[in-house]
């Protein structure tokens, strides 16, 4: 019993991390940090663009900078926002570029029916 409960609870680790690297998200994971995400986001509420002090008001992050994290984290917070704010009738769109450590540049849009996220641009 000494032996087999921390023996389940590593396997169980490395179970996990490995699961947690194959997904876009990666928040149960403490695996290192191995992606550098560097996005530009723009949005329109109620047909006005905000600007970068709105912007961060509405979404707790800056229009333009980086995370260390997937590109999944970004996109959740920005969709958690709008989730929030959808109920109060406003509609908004959101485009936001990225790349991963410097790669393809890629574009998501919400809302997320007109998704093209990981969509390569020319």
């Known amino acids: 019993m000494k032996v087999l409960i921390p023996a389940a609870l590593l396997i169980f680790q490395v179970c996990a991390i490995c ?13 290192p940090f191995d ?6 986001a723009k949005a329109m509420v109620n047909g006005h663009e905000l600007t970068p002090a709105e912007f961060r008001t509405r979404y707790r992050r800056p229009m333009k900078g980086g995370d260390n994290r997937s590109p999944q ?23 936001m570029k990225y790349h991963v450590n410097g790669g393809v540049l890629r574009q998501w849009h919400w809302p997320e029916s007109q998704s093209q996220s990981s969509q390569p641009q020319s």
């Open 19 to 31: 699961y947690a690297r194959t997904v876009p998200t990666r928040y149960f994971c403490w695996a």
């Open 35 to 40: 992606m550098q995400t560097e996005y530009t």
């Open 73 to 95: 984290h970004v996109i959740d917070m920005l969709a958690q926002a709008e989730a929030k704010h959808e109920k109060s009738g406003d509609k908004t769109t959101i485009d």
